[in-house]
């Protein structure tokens, strides 16, 4: 059997001895572990701040959140030195500015400011101080412009801008085109002529798209239209002295001309004569234009047809030498004239309709 071992007391002398030693193995450490003190000492150093100002700083970090948001989405209104911004760095769709609309607009902003800013994106290369373009607002932008130079007034060097940023080039002119387009249409000629210009400068690989991107809310028949109008500004916009005072009708029939190879007689007519106003200038396309619609109606140009036209009765039916078939149907409401046999567009049902109704038109 194991003898119990016998515990003795230790003596002071001891325990002296041995809280000697404690003291001297931990002098200088702290009684706290090391992440504890820390914390401590983080705690220590942030001053105590009273609640109401820890709410007022969170409100303020919130508007500031909030502010570049709406900054960044183009939603903040800033006033913008004028002289931070080119006007020509995109080709405008309006090709000319009325005085007189011009006036009215200076005098409203005059006596009432600027009511609503203009828009501008930011240069991919500014050039020293001018670092913004316009987006829409030119006829703002020209107004405040001109305001400036006649008043010198402080008020007027600045303008009040949104700030958008278009995904793209094309955005960009699209964008441009839709502000005109709502506030106050566009001719004709000049849906037409920023149609073929932005293809010039390469922002669209055709006219098709170009017409397609920038006037996606017209209906076809419209978009065709424009077509004929940019091929008339690509063809004669260099000799047309008022080519904004072509209507519809008479852009079509000139388009249908300059398909049909009559441009060269259209130039020489244009180039040869003084012209003072859009009458004058139609006077002069006008016969050039009939010229080469009587051609077209000289079946004596088209060959012999591949077989003899059926004249009487329900379908009766025409085959052109190019291909076209007419057909002519009947039912309780009239006469229905169909076309076919070959793509049929909406230019070349535009002029025919325009021929119809001259030939009904004539005594």
Known sequence: MARRRKLTAPSSADLNRIE???RRETSGASPMAPIAQVAAEAAQSVPVTDPDVRAENARNASIAKEMQKSEA???LIREIPLEEINPEDMVRDRAQLAEADMMELRTSIAASGLRLPIELYELDKPDGNVRYGILSGYRRFKAVQALLALTTASKYSTIKALIRQP???PDAFAAMVEENEIRAGLSPFERG????IAVQMGVFASTEESVNKMFSAASKAKRS???SFALIFEELGDLLAFPEALSEKQGLRVAAALRGGAETALRE???GSLIDSASAEWAVLEPEV???EDNARDDR???RPTKKARIKGQGAEVKTSTGYVIKREEDSRGYVIRIGGRAVDNEMMDVLVLELQRLLERP
Do not use: D, Q, W
Not at 193 to 196: A, P, Y
């Open 73 to 75: 989405a183009g939603l």
């Open 290 to 292: 009939a010229k080469f």
């Open 225 to 227: 239209k424009i077509r």
């Open 167 to 169: 995904g793209s080039v």
């Open 20 to 22: 000697e030693e404690f």
């Open 301 to 303: 140009k088209g060959g």
């Open 193 to 196: 002529r920023i149609s073929s």
């Open 269 to 271: 007519a244009l180039g």
